[in-house]
Structure formats: C-alpha cells, structure tokens
C-alpha cells in the first residue's frame, strides 16, 4: 500500500472514531442503579427473601445495589411516599387510610410477601379464649386502632358474643410470652410466624384463632412490598429488576429454609437463630401458599377488605375498587 493509501485510510479510520464516541473496553461493568428499601420493623423472617437476594448476588445480577434501611417513626409508608425509598414494606389495613382521597399517599403495593393473614389472638391455654367470645370478661391489649377495634368487635359479635364486655386496656406489650406469662393481659394480637413459633418455643401452653377463620374478609394482604408511584412511572424495568431479584430470594427461602435462616442471622446477629429457623420452617409454606406466582395479590381478596372497610366506614374517604395494589410489576 502506497502512502497516499496508507494517509487516506488513516484519516478515514480518525473521522469512523470520532462520529462513533470512545468505544467500551470489553467487559466493562454499567454502575449499578441504586435503591432503598426500608423494612416495617427490625429484621425477621417476613424479610428473608430480602436479605437472601442481598447476600447471594440476585440484585447485583439485576444491575441494582439495595440499601436496606430501618423505618422512621412514622413507618415505610411516608419514606416511600416521599421518594426517599423506592420500596418497602406496609400491611393493607395500615395502607387504607392512604390509598384515596385528598391525602392518597403516592405508594402502590406490588408483591404479596405471604399469601394469607396468619394474625390472630393468642392466650393462655384453657381460659376459654380459643374462640372470640371466650375474650368476654378478659383483658385484651389494644392499640386502640378503628380498624383493629372493628375487627375485634366484628370476630366477638360474630362468633356470638357481647364486645362490650371486652375489657379493652392500652397495649404496653413489648414481649408476648413474659406478657401471658405474667397475667397482666389475657389476650394478645400476634402475627403467628414470630410471635406464635415464639410460644410454641418457649413450652407455654396457649390457645390461638385466626382472624380469616372467624371471616373470610380478614383474609387481607399483610405484609407487602409497596414502591413509590412516581418510581413505578418513570422506571418500570427497574421495579420488575427489582422484583425479580426479590422473588429468587423468597424462592430460595422456600427451598432452603435452613440456609435462609443463616442468612438472616448473619444480617442480624442479634436474633435468635432457634427462634429464626423454626419461623422459617412455618413460612416456607406460607410466601406463596396455593400460589403459583410469587407475590401475586388476588383482586377478589384485596377489594372485599376494603369493601368492608367502606360499608362500616372505617376510612375518610370511600376506597375505590382495585385501589392501592397493583400485580403488573411481579416477574412472571
């Protein structure tokens, strides 16, 4: 090749670089998007598939670096609703007050972390509170919530009992079994999965109902991954990402609940690992239940809880059907 040749190949080489930019090193990683995920309360085993997806790389396979953080005062909600986290965690009865009207927060529940409502009110074995009117006469720990109240009164009143003879004393409850054990209450409001694995642990003979035993409209969604809305709008792929990684890790919490329990003892060595892996073992079978898509809300289930809501007026504002939920963003 002659230097003319030689010179114009060159110039035509400079002028293909320079239109096309710098070209990427071969192998070179995109930074990894950053998001904040901010619990309901301190670490448990609602929160394994989190800290699972975390440890074992699932968001870093999705292009994502997830902060987990503790909630404020006020819970996830308001952070979410501010834009300040992208995700967390809430519960259905807790996000009613929120999902419409002048004061909707902006937040959209988008995964079901378990299928089913496993809370309910425990007490001492044999006093006769295996069943809601047995809580006539009895000390029960409120938080003195309208919708807790209703529900209450709802389950008493059902099963054939007077709730006014509910003897309603101011929740000062920090440890369930000492509470019992102590007598200072009769009976208390638990989410089985910690606080019910918990006396079964502890050798204290309880009795136990579940709400969605005495009615079916109890059924309701708690808890739940909720995402801010204008995050939702403006990154759809990142929510799915998101999400993705979160199923894989609630999925290898259903085949591994051993190894997920280590997992989360290791996020959070002040647990209890006995406590810890007995509640996983109750879950494994709860995240997706009769399910076959993790985190799936059913429609029918989500709006009959809030349909009871409205027809007792528990809420400002009336909640609109298929308001606060949404399943477009769940990994398929």
């Known amino acids: 090749m002659n230097k003319k040749k030689i010179l114009a190949a060159g110039i035509a080489a400079m002028t293909f670089l320079s239109s096309v930019g710098t070209i990427p090193v071969y192998g070179e990683k995109e930074e990894p998007e950053k998001l904040t995920f901010v619990l309901d309360w301190t670490p448990n085993t609602n929160h394994t598939g989190l800290y699972v997806a975390q440890s074992l790389g699932y968001f870093e396979d999705q292009g994502l670096e997830v902060e987990i953080v503790q909630p404020p ?9 501010s834009g300040k986290a992208q995700f967390g965690v ?45 809580m006539e006469g009895k000390k ?29 004393i101011p929740s000062t409850v920090t440890d369930e079994v000492s509470a019992l054990e102590s007598k200072s209450v009769d009976a208390i409001w638990i989410f089985y999965a910690w606080a019910g694995v918990k006396f079964e642990l502890s050798g204290i003979d309880t009795d136990y109902f579940a709400f969605k035993d005495i009615n079916p409209v109890f059924d309701y969604y708690t808890p739940v ?4 809305n204008d995050f939702l709008k403006d990154e759809p792929e990142t929510a ?11 999925e290898y919490a259903i085949e591994n609940p051993g190894e997920a329990a280590d997992i989360l003892c290791e996020a959070a060595p002040e647990l209890d690992p006995e406590l810890v892996l007995a509640s996983q073992e109750y879950l494994k079978d709860q995240y997706k239940a009769e399910v076959d898509q993790w985190g799936y809300i059913d429609p029918e289930r989500w709006n009959a809880f809030y349909q ?15 308001a606060g939920f949404s399943n477009d963003y769940l990994p398929e």
């Open 308 to 322: 009871w809501l409205n027809e007792n007026e528990l809420t400002e504002t009336e909640i609109p059907e298929n």
């Open 240 to 250: 799915e990402k998101f999400l993705t990684a979160l199923r894989d890790g609630y």
């Open 90 to 134: 809430s519960f259905q009865d807790s996000m009613a007050p929120g999902v419409a009207g002048d004061n909707a927060l902006p937040v959209t529940a988008v995964a079901a972390l378990i299928q089913h409502n496993t809370s309910g009110i425990v007490s001492r074995k044999g006093e006769g509170m295996d069943r809601p009117k047995g």
């Open 225 to 228: 991954v909720i995402a801010n």
């Open 140 to 168: 029960y720990a409120t938080w003195d919530g309208p919708i807790e109240v209703a529900m209450i009164q709802n389950a008493v009143e059902k099963d054939g009992g007077d709730f006014s003879k509910v003897e309603m």
């Open 73 to 81: 005062e006020d819970g996830a909600n308001t952070l979410v609703a």
